[in-house]
C-alpha cells in the first residue's frame, strides 16, 4: 500500500490530521500538511538521513573525546587547542572536563537534530573530523613512530 492508498483509507484531508495525533512524531515532523514520503519500511529519507548524521556526530565526539584524553595525557594539557579547555583542565580534572565538554557537544547535536537542523550537524561533524580528529591522529601517529 502507498502513500496515496493510506491517505485515501484514513479519509483525504481528514487523514492529515490524524496522523499527526496517533503516529509517532518522526513520520512527519517538519511537515505541517501532508505526508511525508516514507520508505517500505515507515521513515521518511529525511529521517534516515538526520538519525545517520545525528549518529556519525555522537562518534566523532567519542573519538574526539579518546584521542583527546590519549594526547594530554601523553603531552599535557598545553597541547590542548581551545584555551577554555585547558585552562579548566589546569584547574580541575582532565577527565571531568573533557567528559564535561564532550557531553555538552553530544546533547547539543542531540538538540539541533531534534529541531531538524540536520545539514548543521552533517558540518559540524565534517568540521570536528578536519579541524579535532585528523590533527589528533597526525599528533598521535607521529609520536608513535619515534
Known sequence: ?????????????????????????????????????TMEDGMSHQTLLGNFTVVAFILVQFLDGMATYLGLTQFGTSIEANPILRSLMDHYDIVLVLTSA?????????????????????????????????????????????
Not at 13 to 37: A, E, I, M
Not at 108 to 128: C, D, K, P
Open 1 to 37: 500500500m502507498n502513500i496515496h492508498d493510506q491517505k485515501a483509507r484514513l479519509g483525504g484531508s481528514r487523514g492529515d490530521f490524524w496522523y499527526r495525533k496517533h503516529l509517532p512524531k518522526f513520520l512527519w515532523h517538519g511537515h505541517c500538511t501532508g505526508w511525508v514520503d
Open 102 to 146: 564532550k557531553l555538552f557537544a553530544t546533547i547539543a547535536g542531540a538538540v539541533l537534530h531534534l529541531l531538524q537542523f540536520h545539514l548543521l550537524v552533517a558540518a559540524l561533524t565534517a568540521l570536528y573530523i578536519l579541524l579535532a580528529i585528523v590533527p589528533w591522529l597526525e599528533v598521535l601517529s607521529l609520536h608513535c613512530l619515534c
